[in-house]
């Protein structure tokens, strides 16, 4: 029988090979943590391509050895971290590790704009983050750094594509997984023309890029060299699946446009499915959702519950050994930590903007926490943390309803902070909705296993696999008090503070240069 799906979920943290059946149970997991990401160079971070398909093919090996067969998967999706590159040359080997996403070099030699480019640009008020985009694009500084690596890459594949090759040993992607600075259309959802200006933004040839297919199209089929790494029989079915945080909304049963999308991950996002192309803000596309042919908007934090592993890192210790103690998570104990510290925090707030943006925040952004007193102690730093998030997050709902002119009614919520009862509290309480949490946390997998689903004709479309695979544990309902005293705190104080904060923050940046 031919009843299982398979993902491979590429995170920062780990990867892991997860098996579902079509009523979208878990039935079987491995995972393995990476704590070998390189960092050559102060804000480098970097990782052998290889040894992430190592470690998801041992991860399926792993699978099979605890007694679940190989011979029922039907199919294989991959879903990854997103905006990280690897190039490859013509025998698909890597020529240099992979360029993480969270990698901070930047270019400062630009290839050049036509007049007629740098003219729109500069009328649309959005030449700053054209700049910003070319700074940032990896494939811009191998251009000045290493032009002879540049010269030699066949492909430049996200890591999506890389397993893609390893599995299948063709050069080719999902379009769901186009998060990167790339030359991709994310209105047309394929690869820019060839007149268009990422062509000249970007230091790369048309014949450098992979293949591309829809959502559940067929990207190939398991190789035999794939079916030696894994264990998984040749021939098996590779669908297009998505990037992690577009199978996460999808994974967690947000499909309409009136349900939005929370993820408390390494990033945390708000993210809405849309049949049509809406840009959150003017020239910051909406990527490509998990579902073909829609759209997903999204609002960042980059360094989201990041901040949750800092706290856990710089303040946690007694949580942590408690933790190995009575053999639970860390995080599990942080919400007895706070469950005395009530909403608002006495007043203590945190600006979640730890990490630098394009436009909203700037890229002179740092993040902040006001409001002190001797009264507060570490566990109101905690809660502060996680009000912040929700607060910014909330800003984000505002923008995406604004330009998308819908209403939210509802939310769902992913990622490892979905976890924490304390933490979706005070979200449906900052939000004054309701917050779902989905009957399992691996949504990300979930997705990617639901588009395998309805690619392979498992489930005949969408709707009916996200009626069929997704559901809800648990329900947080706003609390009046709780909620009151968050929408004074989120309009009066949170609102405010980074316009406020900016002047400093750019005098911070002028005096240290960082």
């Known amino acids: 029988m031919k009843d299982l799906l398979l993902s491979l979920d590429l995170g920062t943290q780990s990867v892991r090979a997860l098996l579902y059946d079509l009523r979208g149970h ?250 049509r192309y809406v840009e959150p803000e003017p020239f910051v596309p909406a990527y490509p959702a998990a579902v073909a042919g829609h759209f997903s908007a999204e609002v960042q934090i980059t360094r989201g519950f990041w901040l949750v592993s800092w706290f856990k890192e710089q303040f946690g210790h007694p949580e942590r050994e408690a933790a190995q103690t009575l053999g639970v998570a860390p995080e599990a104990l942080f919400d007895e930590l706070i469950a005395d510290v009530p909403p608002g925090s006495l007043g203590l707030t945190l600006l979640p903007t730890w990490g630098p943006g394009i436009r909203t925040p700037g890229p002179e952004a740092r993040g902040a926490v006001v409001g002190f007193t001797e009264q507060h102690t570490r566990a109101h730093l905690y809660r502060a943390i996680l009000e912040g998030l929700a607060y910014g997050l909330r800003a984000g709902r505002e923008r995406l309803e604004r330009r998308a002119g819908v209403t939210l009614n509802q939310l769902r919520a992913s990622g490892g902070g979905a976890q924490s009862n304390a933490a979706l509290q005070l979200t449906a309480d900052v939000f004054r909705l309701p917050v779902a949490r989905p009957h399992t946390h691996e949504t990300s997998g979930l997705g990617a296993a639901m588009d395998a689903a309805v690619g392979l004709g498992l489930h005949p479309d969408m709707p009916t696999a996200v009626a069929e695979m997704t559901r809800v544990t648990r329900w947080f309902e706003p609390q009046p008090q709780a909620a009151d005293t968050y929408e004074r705190l989120y309009r009066e104080v949170y609102r405010p503070l980074y316009g406020r904060l900016k002047p400093t923050f750019l005098r911070l940046r002028e005096i240290t240069g960082r």
Not at 115 to 140: C, H, I, K, S, Y
């Open 26 to 275: 878990l039935v079987g997991r491995a995972q393995q943590v990476f704590t070998d990401y390189q960092r050559p160079e102060p804000g480098w971070m970097t990782h052998d391509a290889d040894g992430f398909w190592q470690a998801a093919a041992a991860c399926c090996r792993r699978l099979w050895a605890e007694g679940h067969e190989a011979n029922r998967v039907a199919g294989v999706a991959v879903t990854t971290q997103r905006g990280s590159l690897v190039p490859v040359d013509a025998q698909g080997r890597a020529l240099s590790p992979a360029v993480i996403w969270l990698d901070q070099r930047r270019a400062t030699q630009l290839p050049p704009l036509a007049p007629w480019w740098r003219a729109a640009f500069r009328l649309a008020g959005v030449r700053g983050t054209m700049d910003a985009l070319q700074r940032d694009a990896e494939v811009n500084w191998w251009a000045q750094h290493e032009p002879a690596l540049l010269a030699r890459t066949h492909r430049f594949l996200l890591l999506s594509g890389f397993l893609h090759l390893r599995l299948t040993g063709e050069f080719a992607d999902s379009i769901g997984s186009q998060v990167a600075y790339l030359p991709f259309d994310y209105r047309r959802h394929a690869w820019a023309r060839s007149w268009d200006w990422h062509w000249q933004a970007l230091a790369l040839r048309p014949d450098q890029v992979p293949t591309l297919h829809p959502v559940g199209a067929p990207i190939g089929t398991v190789t035999a060299a794939a079916a030696q790494a894994t264990g998984l029989p040749a021939g098996t079915p590779v669908l297009a699946g998505a990037a992690d945080k577009a199978c996460e909304v999808l994974g967690a049963g947000a499909l309409a446009p009136e349900v939005g999308a929370i993820s408390y991950g390494t990033t945390a996002t708000i993210n809405l499915t849309l049949p």
